[in-house]
């Protein structure tokens, strides 16, 4: 017979019943969600690669002569490309506030999953010093009752 009796953290079993937090959890209409796809789309090398390859048949086209109105060093192409990071700007950060958001939601869950871990240690050290009282009182009993206690082999 053990006197242990384990009680469980609270949050694990509000665990069970709600997932992790993601960003389409976030109700952030659709200028968040739209802030949030550009941002998620802007982070990518596929982005890289559509824009290195803009700027260089921009380039061609330019030397080649089919673009005449931006000889080099092409000051429209760099125009429109500052154009565009100044747009961008402001949408991404947007977007990182949206993603952000989902992200300290998650930081907290794991802080509380570490924090009912902790408590299910903690009960774990309990019931073994549980019964370690319990073998030792039946080791005792088996010694006061005349019996030589038997050797544990390994």
């Known amino acids: ?11 694990i079993e509000a665990r069970k019943q ?12 659709f200028n968040g969600r739209l802030g949030a796809a550009i941002t998620r789309a802007a982070g990518t ?19 080649g002569g089919v673009i005449r109105f931006d000889p080099f060093p092409f000051a429209f192409l760099l125009f429109m490309g500052n154009i565009v990071q100044l747009l961008l700007m402001f949408v991404i950060m ?13 930081a907290v869950q794991t802080y509380r ?6 408590h299910e240690c903690l009960e ?11 073998l030792g009182s039946i080791v005792e ?10 050797r544990a082999s390994l």
């Open 45 to 63: 090398m596929w982005a890289f690669y559509g824009a290195a390859l803009f700027m260089a048949a921009w380039m061609a086209l330019a030397e």
């Open 124 to 134: 774990l050290e309990r019931h073994l010093q549980s019964q370690d009282l319990a």
């Open 113 to 118: 999953d570490a924090e009912a871990i902790l």
């Open 18 to 29: 709600h997932g992790p937090p993601l960003t389409s959890h976030e109700h952030i209409g």
């Open 94 to 106: 947007v977007g990182q506030q949206v993603l952000g958001s989902a992200a300290d939601k998650r």
């Open 141 to 150: 009993r088996f010694g006061a009752a005349g019996g030589e206690a038997p």
């Open 1 to 11: 017979m053990t006197t242990f009796t384990h009680s469980q953290h609270p949050h």
